[in-house]
Every structure is written in C-alpha cells, then in structure tokens.
C-alpha cells in the first residue's frame, strides 16, 4: 500500500460513521429513538374458539380447540388454551397461562407456562415451567422443564 492509498483509506475511514440507536419499550410507552417503530398495544384481546384448520398469530386472552379443530399458533396467548378430544394443537409461541388438553394432540414448541395433560397425548419440545396430569406426556431431549433441560 502506498502512502496516497493509506491517506485516502485513513480519510474514508475517519469520514465514514454509522450510528446506532435504540428503542426501548416499557409498559407500551417508548423511550429512546422510536421514530419507525410502532407499538402494538390491544387492551382486550380477543378470545378464540377453533373448529377447523387454522393457522394464528398475533395476541389472543383465551383459545378453546373443539374436537374437529387443528390450530397451529406462533403469536401471544395472554390466559389459557383448552383443546378438546380429537382437536390439535401446535404451539410455537407463548401462552401465560395453562395448556389443557382433554384429550387431543398437543405439541409445544414455544414456551407454556402451565400443562395440564388430563388426557390424549402431549409432546414438549420447548419450554414449560409446569406440567402434571394423567394423560400421556413426552419430553423430548432439549426440552426446558422448569428450569431444567431435558436429555
């Protein structure tokens, strides 16, 4: 490199600046650089009932699966999720409250805070702080259970 060459690579470079900013989000209310970002904020989420196929995301207060009913969720769950012998569940994002299954298919991959397997099957695979119930229960090796990883 010849000194014009590393003269003109030290001026681009002492030139040149990229800034970062950050947006933080507390309680819905933004604080720092927020000028693009929008703050999704629902004071009553809707509660669902699922009788067919569907696929969900978004922000949800309670989900009921019927008996015919396969849903596969990858949004927010504010309260719980009851799904029906014959229905289905697949989880890949959060609920806050309980997971009952009275006799479904249930797979969690996201994160549940309670499990409620009363009956049918339930696989967990992500995160669960609690489960409990007589129905058939299968954690697989990588799984989070309360705290602990399962292998």
């Known amino acids: 490199m010849n000194k ?14 990229i800034s ?10 933004k604080h720092g650089d927020c000028q693009n970002v929008t703050v999704n904020v629902i004071d009553n989420p809707k ?8 696929i969900l995301s978004g922000i949800v207060k309670d989900v009921h699966v019927l008996s015919d009913g396969i849903l596969s969720f990858g949004g927010i769950c504010y309260g719980d999720m009851i ?13 806050n ?9 249930v797979l969690i991959g996201g994160i549940a805070h309670s499990v409620f397997a009363k009956s049918g ?10 489960i409990y119930g007589e129905g058939q229960i299968e954690v697989e090796a990588g799984a989070l259970i309360n705290g602990m990883l399962q292998e």
């Open 97 to 105: 409250g309980t997971i009952t299954n009275n006799g479904g298919t």
């Open 121 to 130: 099957i339930t696989r967990i695979t992500g995160v669960a702080k609690v």
């Open 47 to 54: 509660s669902l009932v699922i009788s067919n196929g569907q």
């Open 83 to 95: 799904v029906e012998k014959g229905g289905e569940l697949t989880l890949t994002g959060i609920v």
């Open 4 to 17: 014009y060459s590393f003269l003109i690579f030290i001026s681009v470079l002492a030139h040149s600046s």
């Open 20 to 29: 970062y900013s950050a947006c933080n989000i507390i309680n819905g209310k």
